[in-house]
């Protein structure tokens, strides 16, 4: 599985940005998806994710009502939107593909959990 992240840039606190991440390869719509993030200086951490079949989402409470997380099983996307963005939210934002589940495994917040990584999308929350 190869997973390609894009929509990243430098945004104003309150702005929104739309991340999408593009996956390739095979058993793709049999993994959960999700997003991380790393801000300089921190450890990596669980954003949100979704699950293989796109009913079930989870998000990290530091973004909950703010970020949406969704799926295109027809275009092999997922997408991150993400409003009413505030200079902590600026991070580089990676994609992950969880190892493969069932259509009712418990959603993984953990990056061990997850077996495939994109290169990442630089999000800036900046005045």
């Known amino acids: 599985v190869q997973l390609q992240a894009s929509g990243g840039g430098s945004v104003q606190p309150g702005g929104s940005l739309r991340l999408s991440c593009a996956a390739s390869?095979?058993?793709?719509?049999?993994?959960?998806m999700a997003w991380f993030r790393q801000a300089p200086g921190k450890e990596r951490e669980f954003v949100a994710v979704?699950?293989?079949?796109?009913?079930?989402?989870l998000f990290n409470d530091s973004v909950k009502g703010r970020f949406t997380i969704s799926r295109d099983t027809d275009k092999n996307t997922v997408y991150l939107a993400m409003n009413s963005l505030k200079p902590e939210d600026t991070a580089v934002y990676y994609c992950?593909?969880?190892?493969?589940?069932?259509?009712?495994?418990?959603?993984?917040?953990?990056?061990?959990?997850?077996?495939?990584w994109g290169p990442g999308t630089q999000v800036t929350v900046s005045s």
């Open positions: 992950a593909a969880s190892k493969i589940v069932i259509l009712t495994a418990p959603l993984q917040v953990t990056s061990d959990d997850y077996e495939y």
């Open positions: 390869g095979r058993t793709r719509s049999s993994r959960n």
């Open positions: 979704i699950s293989r079949g796109g009913s079930r989402t």
